[in-house]
């Protein structure tokens, strides 16, 4: 697994929370021409064929809560990368001001919605781009491929970007391998 550190520049993006611009060039060099793409918690970034968040003044393809829209039937498709980059909890969202109704306070304090994007992320996702400390447990079938510590100076935290790539098929797919060739 390789580490890199970004150091300086690395002025907010839109507002306090979005992807600064340096992590945005990461991201759109890493996924390339890939697609298609799924951004959770997207806010106010335009990348992913697919965006969804909660807010209705997001630039999201679909405002809904994730763990809802993972139900959705557009959901259940082979993803080549899955974004994700949630709050930390409803204090951040309130001390950065953000505009909007957020409640993501249970985002990953409630261990069955940290299971229902793991086992999601295991049938559907080939690579996962994951912003901050806070990553729910992903499986064994990821490897961790590269992580950027990124130092955006004074007082703030240093934040983490973590790319984990599929290197084992789920089961299921295994057991369509198994059908006998026509
Ligand atoms: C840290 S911000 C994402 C910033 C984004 N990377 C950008 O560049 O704008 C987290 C986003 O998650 C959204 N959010 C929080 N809980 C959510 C949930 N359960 N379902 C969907 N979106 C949620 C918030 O509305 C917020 O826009």
Redesign the pocket.
Known sequence: MKADIVFGGLHD???P???PPKV?KIILKLIGSDTPVL???????E?GDVR????PE???THT??????LKFPVAKREWKWV?G????CDE??KRLG?K?Q???G??FADWR?ERKLSAFMDSYARNIIW??RRMPGFSQNFERKKVWLIFQGGWRNVRVLQWLSKTMLPLSDYDQLKEPRP
Do not use: C, M, W
Request: proline share 2%; charged share 25%; no cysteine.
């Open positions: 993006g839109e507002y929370g979005a992807f945005e951004h959770l918690f997207s806010g106010s970034s990348i969804v968040d909660t807010n997001s630039k999201a809904a809560n994730v763990f809802d829209f974004i980059d949630p709050d930390y951040q969202s953000r909007g957020f409640n993501s249970k985002v919605d912003l901050d």
